[in-house]
């Protein structure tokens, strides 16, 4: 490095690169902070009509419950809807297809409008290799923001599956960068009575979801940011 | 169920089911002599067994002897039909069975199976043996429940609904009420 009257051009550019960095990663932070604290909050009133909607269903049990829930929802209010299942899960998504399909038939529609179904690959199947898991798990964030940035929902539903995982996480990035505000609403499974699920446990501890439900009241007491609602089923 | 008259008994089955999974455990439990004598001397004349994934082939048996009618299948498309004309349903701890058949008031032995990596499911089936609405046990124990159980302990289930989920989802959106 030089002395003297010449400026060194080199360091100058690598302080205000170094500096450029930090900055940006205190504002992402602040901005990130901001987020957490903003979520679970209701929306002001006024602000939607209708919400587009990720509907994410998981093997068995999952699907049940989540159709459950949604047979309560207003569909003009969730609509357009997009239901996204792992792409060895052939069951869910044919479920759901029959659901909607009934859905239309009961209100003398004659096709299924602004309704979806994709399927989304796994991070990792049951039994696989660790160190593959690392390959396809990248594989599936890649795939999951190709999705989201396709659909950019305003409300994601979701109640257990791994497959949720990705699509949340990329949910809340997508809050912190502006790119849409969305709500996450997770119901953790009814058979998960005394322990969290892993991306429930996840999503409640770096308070991704917007608002996180358990069915069983030891597990409000354990996780006191939740909400208790009693068995779904 | 089936038709009384002088010369036959009204069919009462049991219906053992194991979903999607392999659960031999159970299957082979089921499938013992003693565990089948049992049954007769309780009253029921059919055995009918959904082996889902399972290698164990239980032993078919037409009954003309006297004693339990057999059989088996490995899937169907939905076994809301075996639930509903089964007196007995024995199933493994999956939440799906469970409440089909605690929806259809069906007595219900809940079977957990302790091979499966992160044994959840033990959970809920534990709760809801707690509260009454099923028995809970395992493969080797399967036979002592059959045989000291007292089905008139058996309280009703009431199905839940998500209703109040609903309604604190339109809230935060901001959406009406239904």
Redesign the interface.
């Known amino acids: 490095m030089e002395k003297g009257n010449g400026y060194c051009f080199f360091p100058m550019t690598l302080n205000a690169t170094i500096l450029l960095v930090v900055l940006i990663t205190t504002f992402v932070l602040i901005r990130a902070l901001y987020v957490m604290h903003q979520s679970g909050k209701?929306?002001?009133?006024?602000?939607?009509q209708s919400?587009s909607t990720l509907i994410v269903l998981g093997s068995?049990?999952h699907t049940?419950?989540m159709l459950?829930?949604l047979?309560?929802?207003?569909k003009d209010?969730f609509t357009p809807r997009f239901y996204i299942a792992a792409a060895t899960d052939n069951m869910s998504l044919q479920k759901a297809h029959l659901m909607e399909k009934s859905l239309v038939e009961m209100t003398g529609g004659n096709v299924l409008e602004s309704v979806q179904f994709m399927q989304i690959y796994r991070s990792r199947e049951v039994g696989q290799s660790y160190i593959t898991s690392v390959g396809t798990t990248l594989i599936a964030i890649a795939h999951a923001l190709w999705i989201m940035i396709k659909i950019r929902p305003q409300?994601i539903l979701c109640n257990g599956p791994g497959t949720c995982l990705p699509l949340c996480v990329i949910a809340f990035l997508f809050k912190v960068v502006g790119i849409r505000w969305s709500?996450t609403?997770y119901?953790e499974?009814?058979?998960?009575?005394?322990?969290l699920?892993l991306s429930g446990l996840l999503l409640y501890k770096l308070r991704m979801a917007?608002?996180f439900?358990v069915?069983?009241p030891q597990l409000q007491k354990k996780y006191p940011r939740a909400?208790y609602?009693?068995?779904?089923? | 169920m089936g038709d009384t008259d002088d010369c036959t008994k009204a069919e009462r089955t049991v219906f053992v089911t194991v979903g999607t999974t392999c659960f031999d455990a159970l299957v082979k439990a089921a499938d013992t002599q003693e565990f089948k004598s049992e049954l007769s001397a309780r009253g029921y004349t059919h055995l009918l067994f959904q082996i889902g994934r399972g290698s164990y082939i239980p032993t078919k048996s037409t009954g003309e002897d006297g004693s339990l009618v057999v059989d088996f299948f490995t899937f169907s498309s939905s076994i809301a039909d075996n639930l509903r004309s089964a007196s007995l349903v024995i199933s493994h701890a999956g939440s799906g069975s469970i409440f089909e058949t605690l929806r259809l008031r069906k007595p219900l032995i809940v079977v957990v199976n302790e091979d499966l990596m992160d044994n959840h499911q033990s959970e809920l089936a534990e709760e809801l043996a707690e509260r009454k609405h099923l028995f809970c046990t395992l493969p080797q124990t399967l036979y002592q429940t059959i045989a000291t159980m007292n089905l008139e302990s058996l309280l009703p289930y009431r199905p839940g609904d998500a209703a109040p989920v609903a309604k604190l989802i339109n809230r935060f959106l901001g959406f009406p009420d239904d």
């Not at chain 1, 047979?71 to 207003?74: A, I, T, V």
């Open positions: 209701p929306l002001r009133k006024t602000a939607l919400a068995g049990g049940a419950e459950n829930l047979s309560m929802l207003q209010k409300v709500s609403f119901v499974s009814i058979a998960r009575v005394r322990r699920s917007d608002q439900f069915q069983w909400h609602v009693g068995c779904l089923m």
